[in-house]
């Protein structure tokens, strides 16, 4: 897809496709059967790839753009051929679309591995230029586009060229998964050696990391060797089926996090130190006061916010002396010293 007009023209038909777009919000709520709704989604869809389509290739333009300072100090713009990605770029995107700054760099390197293919054999080569052909005709969108180019992201061009060829016919009407499944196996075909690498550099870089989700519940994400994966989840599986068979959960969902949780700490000797903290002038049972579910709020070494836990866990503290507690900020929770400074240990 080629933008010929310039940014603010790109800014007015976006004004008027939104107008366009207006009835559609107001329609009534008895229109249409499900089988015209669902041809209407599927119109709207192949909408959005062109939109996103025409987001990437301005998302190019915007990146070539380099500031330059002149022998006498001002600082103008100088075009770079498409694919040149200024410092800067992704921290404008960041502003201009109200994303994260990983997430703008993402956006980035994306439309530029695909409207930004060039020529074979030169240094812009990526060989993806076949999605974004196929974003702008309205048959893939960006997401099903970035699975393909993340599957390819270390292949040589021709190959990744060679293998979106080879998935046009399926990329109107096959879904992520599907989509990821078959560049693998093409990619298999053409490229063995590429997945072997592939493999050993993901073994290397398995891991896993823990934050604060939902009030009260931790977020685990973890990538393991498939060996181990295999003979863990057996374990996990395991227990967690009898934890549903004998109530002690009502799903397997639950039950799975539970048996973690048991066969970890059932391996490991671990000491939990609970501090009882009150707010300089509060009072202490003002922290352990009632809550929905009987959960008091606390806060976890390392975690950045405070969470929610059940009051036994923290109950056999709260029912010492008073006397023992120590003193925190009221508003920062930060711990002080007893003449209310911040402690140097906090």
């Given amino acids: 897809m080629a933008i010929s007009s310039g940014p603010q023209d790109v800014v007015e038909l976006a004004r008027r496709a939104a107008e366009l777009l207006t009835p559609t919000l107001d329609t009534p709520p008895t229109a249409g059967t499900r089988a015209e709704w669902a041809t209407a989604l599927t119109g709207l869809a192949s909408l959005a790839s062109r939109v996103e389509a025409a987001r990437d290739v301005a998302l190019?333009?915007?990146?070539?753009?380099?500031?330059?300072?002149?022998?006498?100090?001002?600082?103008?713009?100088?075009?770079?051929?498409?694919?040149?990605?200024?410092?800067?770029?992704?921290?404008?995107?960041?502003?201009?679309?109200?994303?994260?700054?990983?997430?703008?760099?993402?956006?980035?390197?994306?439309?530029?591995?695909?409207?930004a293919d060039g020529p074979e054999g030169t240094p812009t080569c990526t060989g993806l230029g076949g999605l974004h052909e196929a974003m702008a005709a309205g048959r893939l969108d960006s997401y099903r586009a970035s699975v393909v180019a993340d599957e390819l992201d270390e292949a040589p061009a021709e190959v990744a060229a060679a293998v979106v060829a080879a998935l046009d016919p399926h990329l109107d009407h096959e879904d992520a998964g599907r989509l990821r499944r078959r560049t693998r196996r093409m990619l298999a075909r053409v490229g063995p050696d590429l997945l072997r690498r592939r493999a050993v550099r993901a073994r290397q870089e398995s891991s896993l990391r823990r934050w604060v989700g939902e009030p009260g519940v931790d977020t685990w994400l973890g990538t393991f060797s498939s060996e181990e994966a295999a003979s863990a989840w057996a374990a996990i599986d395991a227990l967690a089926q009898r934890l549903v068979t004998d109530g002690t959960c009502t799903t397997v969902e639950r039950a799975r996090a539970r048996a973690l949780t048991d066969l970890v700490t059932g391996s490991a000797t671990i000491n939990v130190l609970v501090?009882?903290?009150?707010?300089?002038?509060?009072?202490?049972?003002?922290?352990?006061?009632?809550?929905?579910?009987?959960?008091?709020?606390?806060?976890?070494?390392?975690?950045?916010?405070?969470?929610?836990?059940?009051?036994?866990?923290?109950?056999?503290?709260?029912?010492?002396?008073?006397?023992?507690?120590?003193?925190?900020?009221?508003?920062?929770?930060?711990?002080?010293?007893?003449?209310?400074s911040l402690s140097t240990s906090a």
């Fill in 275 to 340: 501090v009882l903290a009150a707010p300089v002038g509060g009072e202490v049972a003002a922290s352990a006061g009632a809550a929905p579910g009987d959960l008091v709020e606390v806060a976890i070494s390392s975690t950045p916010q405070p969470v929610l836990v059940p009051r036994a866990w923290v109950s056999p503290v709260v029912a010492s002396a008073p006397a023992d507690a120590v003193l925190c900020d009221p508003r920062s929770g930060a711990l002080l010293d007893p003449d209310g």
């Fill in 60 to 115: 190019v333009r915007l990146a070539a753009i380099e500031p330059e300072v002149l022998d006498d100090g001002e600082v103008v713009e100088g075009h770079r051929e498409p694919g040149h990605v200024a410092l800067d770029a992704p921290a404008i995107v960041s502003g201009a679309l109200c994303v994260g700054a990983v997430h703008a760099e993402r956006l980035v390197r994306d439309a530029v591995h695909r409207a």
